[in-house]
């Protein structure tokens, strides 16, 4: 156990000068870990927190609007907070909070002991996290002055700090995100920010894809993987094509702003449909990264607690790739208002419709998986039927943007807002929240409070349906999204109090929900072995999970394996669970938390961490290039990130350990010596 | 790149069930990401390369050297085949050999870049700033990032070269590495040809 690992430490400390860094507690083992478990931990913990800042954006936005002509906030603090809400929702919470599931659930999934690669995926996250705190950093650093023939309240030069932070929405149209119009550096962060946020996402895809590819356990052929693994492929597929796109355009914009060229210039012959079409090439897959996570993890917990096997594993399988490949071809709908060609708009609009055949498949898939089953509802299997239930009024409202001429008067409106509302709340994080109660027993060993966490479903329940079904009625008669006042007159005011009403029965269940999670992490009831009676291999282990995952290598021979341990089938196809399913539980798992021989596991490194660091320094050296300090730090950076990645790359490869035990931990042990004088050469 | 040559050092053959070397296979993924990345800066230039922007207006297709370009691209080419007799002398076990091949590797990567930058210095001489119109601005973002990459590759080959002048040369986990930089470089190379044909070539 853990004790083995320990003195394996203890003996290599001996055998060399300069060793890797090798606590596996503290501070520090945090910073140089390469635990995919810790990992996904400090993914969920900085997602959850940008979740928190993003949810006060929301409550400061919801203040403004609760009456007609709002006075709590300026129109540049408002661009600024609904351009920052967005963006940290997106891309600092539901993509990293899902990170946190494939990085902690993925290698246990599929019977590994770690990633593919998991100093990649330390550097994903540090990376991920400098990103984030890069664009945050715009409250401190951000400034905003009155666009070119424009003006700020009472003649201010620059708007106040919260009208600072990236403020042209998430999608930063061109050619108001161009110099001439937003000055400043609002703009800069959310660029640079989401470009550095990409390179993230990019090394951790690579790294999610290989593993899948290449680590499964044995006897896992695809179509044994969980549907979740599967969502993890697909969503990883999704990122590695999509993002570089994003990236090209995000440089345009860049360059646009830092160094004077004109792609999306438009009385210079530049072309700011451009940006729209790169933007939404990429954007469009985006919507299908945040919500397939969340289908994957309600594929799991539906057989679950129906006592069933999912409902047409391969459709739903295929569902999702299907999602995916359509993902590419319909971002125009994005565009319907933009004057594009009317045969691409018809085009695009029957590309979308057929978006929704696959997902109709998954939705049925789910609906015969819980119909006839043994339903237990817990907290959970709430938030997986709040997920199915939201999604499909969010989906069907998503088809009618598809019809062009609905989409025209659709657009810019509140209709929108509560379209992508019910897919992205009611939908990603019902899901996601399904995915935090399922797996708490599995992360700390105990179980949460299920009363509170009714508490927490029934809160946000109805809370996003007061927030968000109202938004649907309030676009239909013409509220317009992204405008900080509306007159009394418009009769708008009624609608927009209940949405702010249900905006704070949100937040309180998100309170009730923390107020959960920290007590019941440390004092809820010791969590049985198999509390859930699940059926993949995660739950064939110890909770919390052992540092090295499994102790005997697991080997599978059908898809819900574990199941199979369990349960046999009567003459009616009806499962029956065996006489002596929990001894056989019980050993399975026991053996899996007493390993019989040492188990070498991925090394701690410093310098993910450096890495993540020297591209934020990049990230502001080419944002200040023409500021005395801007080069400087500029070159500080690209020392720092190719130092690091040299001195990584360089460390020696001998392996220490002796052929002997054979199994798959051996070989995750990488390297072995010398990180320390690497580390001062990186350091310069 | 450095970052995804890394993993598993010796990694059993039950590891991989594709039959892949992990690191070479991450390898392979990210490259068909780079494609998308070429493709929409290719993408661009093709864009803005007739746009009209007005009378008196600059633009790269009147300043290309095809004959000089011509000789560099023939350079970078060289640079495969020479990639190509590193990688199969670390096959035989020749450390000497692969030495010097990845250092000539290298070094015709680095006159590349240099005739690159010569090509820059014309243009800008003869007034194709960078933000002159969006033509030169795509035509210098597209080939700017291609030598951005070549660069990148040198870093990676010269890292290589000056290991395999250690006493014993490469061990086989790094001999892996020639391979994976191989991979890079002949990508940095395929993506050459499609931007000399599409962008010098076809006018």
Known sequence: MAIDVASDTVERAETTLFRRPRLTYGFWSWITTADHKKIGLMYGYTAFIFFLAGGIEALLLRIQLAGPDGAFLTAAEYNGLFTTHAVTMIFLFVMPISAAFFNYLLPLMIGARDVAFPRMNAVSFWIFLFGGLFIYSSLIFGTSPPPVGGSLPGGATDASILGSIPNSGWFIYAPNSGATYSPGTAVDYAALGLQILGVASLISAVNFIVTILNMRAKGMRLLRMPVFVWMTLVVALLLLFSLPIIAIALFMLTFDRQFGTLFFVAEAGGDPILWQHLFWLFGHPEVYILILPAMGIVSETLPVFSKKPLFGYPAVVFAGAAIAFLGFGVWAHHMFSSGIPTVAQAAFGLSTMTIAIPTGIKIFNWLGTVWGGRVRLTTPMLFSLGFVALFVIGGLSGVTHAVVPSDWQQTDTYYIVAHFHYVLFGGALFGLFAGIYYWFPKVWGRMYNEALGKWHFWLMFIGMNLTFGPMHWLG????????????????????????????????????????????????????????????????????????????????????????????????????????????????????????DHEIHLPAPSYFPFIVGFGIMLIAYGIMYHTRPYGIPLLVAGAFLTVGALVAWGSEPLEEVHDEDHGDRGGDLDGEDEAAEPALSEGDV | MADLSHGPADAPAHHQLTGIDSRKLGMWVFLSSEFLFFGALINNYLLFKGRDFGPGALYPVELYDIPFTSISSFVLLMSSLTMVLAHSALARGDQDQTKTWLFATALLGTVFVSGQFFEFGEFILHGLKLNINPAASAFYMLTGFHGLHVVLGILMLLVLAFKSMRTGGLSEAEGLNVELVGLYWHFVDIIWIVIFVLVYLIQ
């Open chain 1, 476 to 595: 239909l008669q013409g509220m317009v999204r992204r405008t900080w006042v509306y007159p009394e007159e418009a009769g708008l005011g009624a609608g927009n109090f209940v949405v702010t009403v249900g905006a704070f029965v949100i937040a309180v269940g998100v309170l009730v929900f923390m107020i959960n999670w920290s007590y019941s992490k440390r004092r809820g009831r010791v969590a049985p072995n198999d509390p859930w009676d699940a059926r993949t291999l995660e739950w064939t282990i110890p909770s919390p999970t052992p540092e090295y995952n499994f102790a005997v290598e697991p080997t599978v021979t059908s898809l819900d394996d574990f199941w199979h341990l369990k349960y046999d089938e009567d003459g009616e196809g009806r499962a029956v669970r065996k006489e002596k399913a929990d001894e056989l539980v019980d050993d399975l798992i026991h053996s899996n938390g007493n390993p």
